[in-house]
């Protein structure tokens, strides 16, 4: 027993004296490396460049904001240059082959993002260099990166966006550091933006493609770009705007439908007209505040909104053809051709009281026919049993009162036959008076119906049109989005 624990102490003696001897190795090679070491010099001989290869790996597509045009990102930098003031031999240390070094103790390139939307260009996190004995420094600093991506909203919600990320030196220029792509295990150069293990894709915008590219602008600056041509997905879009404003459209068609005399006519169509109005408001909080293009929901909304204005004036004329009457108004008789004889029948309507056809315009009648007319009604009068044409003489409202026979003429005036006696002058007067306001009482009742049935068609024609014109207007609006496809190439388009 007493030997196990010699034995295990000796162990636990041996295992601090070989950390001890590690750590005093890495002390004696931090000193060596930083002895004389100046952070702010190039690690290169003057006229050489520096190269150094930039890379990206992201993490998380956080979200685009439309409005403030401003896309962010989580990722990890992947940057790597040589400084042959880092370089050891690894059996004069202990064998040790890399070391993790402060970042604000050794010579960085200075890469930051140039087009950032908040103001900060450089990463988040200062993490340590890892440095090689050969000289050869890799960083990888994690970034939460806002830049700025000029977005084009005319295809909105049906859209793709080409978002970029441009790096560059912030000190030094062409002359002295050569930005390169960074190098995968093979030693091939990585020409695309990498995805981390743990990256999900975000539940509103897909990744078409995520190339890089190396560009020489004219001040003699190189960069790196890094492009994200991400497209949207419309589906929450589609679900939430669009299919309730199609509905509410069709709510607005069918106004045409509800009867006149229901009285929520004006009501239903300005409800419409408020409920757009909201989703208008809705609308422009998401998209960016700019006159370069007016998206397709956008355009949809005014369309529906105009029709639904029209509806509105449109059902102010139906409600005034509707309560109009005989003693306010007179049916021209282009009126009562069109929208009476001609319209309804293409329009499926069937009135359950035959029309009868309109009145020829006939010649004044000769003598001859009053003399009949006078001797048919002596014949009635004698035999007591007077027709429906005696005693009510305009039975067709269209015809002028001209063409009947007036019982009055005949009681009042001379006849070629017979004079009547008083008391029975003094019935048939009744009796004329009676069928006189009666027939005018159905006349009146006829012409308010017919004055009725034209708001009627004039309604069920405006319920068609708008139906067609609401048909053809949504297809050709939302057709337009299906040309908008995200480019195969994606520098097509930068």
């Not at 995520?210 to 589609?238: A, G």
Request: charged share 20%; with cysteine.
């Amino acid at each position: 027993m007493a030997a196990l624990d010699f034995l295990l102490l000796t162990c636990c003696l041996s295992g601090l004296l070989t950390v001890g001897s590690a750590s005093n190795m890495e002390n004696s090679l931090i000193s060596d490396l930083f002895n004389g070491y100046n952070l702010k010099v190039r690690p290169a001989q003057p006229g050489e460049r520096v190269v150094v290869r930039v890379g990206m790996i992201l993490s998380s597509f956080v979200g685009l904001n439309m409005k403030n045009e401003e896309m962010s990102v989580i990722v990890i930098m992947n940057m790597e240059w040589t400084d042959p003031r880092l370089s050891w031999k690894p059996r004069d240390y202990g064998g040790i082959e890399v070391m993790r070094l402060p970042a604000g103790k050794v010579w960085l390139p200075d890469i930051v993002l140039i087009n950032n939307n908040d103001g900060v260009f450089d990463v988040a996190l200062h993490v340590s260099v890892q440095a090689y004995s050969s000289g050869r420094v890799t960083w990888h600093p994690p970034a939460l990166y806002c830049s700025s991506c000029g977005v084009k909203v005319t295809y909105f919600p049906f859209d793709w966006q080409n978002c970029t990320m441009v790096f560059h030196s912030y000190t030094y220029d062409a002359s002295e550091i050569d930005l390169q792509y960074a190098l995968d295990d093979k030693g091939r150069e990585i020409k695309e933006v990498l995805y981390d293990g743990s990256f999900s894709e975000s539940g509103e915008w897909h990744i078409r493609h995520q190339p890089s590219r190396k560009n020489v602008r004219d001040d003699l600056y190189e960069d790196i770009t890094f492009y994200l041509i991400i497209e949207r997905k419309p589906l929450y879009y589609v679900f939430n705007i669009i299919i309730p404003c199609i509905l509410i459209t069709i709510i607005a068609i069918f106004n045409f439908y509800l009867p006149p005399d229901a009285g929520e006519k004006m009501g239903l169509s300005i409800n419409v007209l408020l409920t757009l109005t909201v989703f208008l408001l809705l609308l422009a909080d998401k998209v960016p505040e700019t006159s370069l293009g007016v998206p397709i929901i956008v355009n949809y909304l005014m369309f529906t909104m105009i029709l639904v204005t029209f509806s509105v004036i449109l059902s102010v004329v139906v409600l005034n053809l509707h309560h109009r009457s005989p003693s306010t108004h007179s049916m021209p008789l282009w009126v009562r051709k069109i929208f009476i004889h001609m319209l309804p029948p293409y329009l499926g309507m069937l009135r359950p009281k035959v029309e009868s056809p309109l009145p020829m315009p006939l010649a004044t009648p000769q003598r001859r026919d009053k003399t009949m007319a006078i001797r048919r009604a002596t014949d009635e009068y004698f035999i007591r049993k007077p027709s429906t044409s005696f005693l009510f003489p305009n039975p067709n409202r269209f015809q002028s009162e001209g063409m009947c026979t007036d019982l009055r003429k005949f009681i009042d005036g001379p006849s070629h036959y017979l004079t009547l006696p008083p008391e029975l002058k003094s019935a048939i007067g009744a009796i004329t008076y009676i069928a006189e306001a009666l027939q005018a009482e159905k006349d009146f009742a006829a012409l308010r119906e017919d004055w009725q049935y034209v708001a009627m068609v004039v309604d069920r024609l405006f319920f068609w049109t708008f139906v067609v014109f609401t048909t053809v207007g949504t297809l050709g609006i939302f057709a337009n989005a299906s040309f908008n496809h995200t480019p195969t190439d994606p520098f097509k388009y930068p």
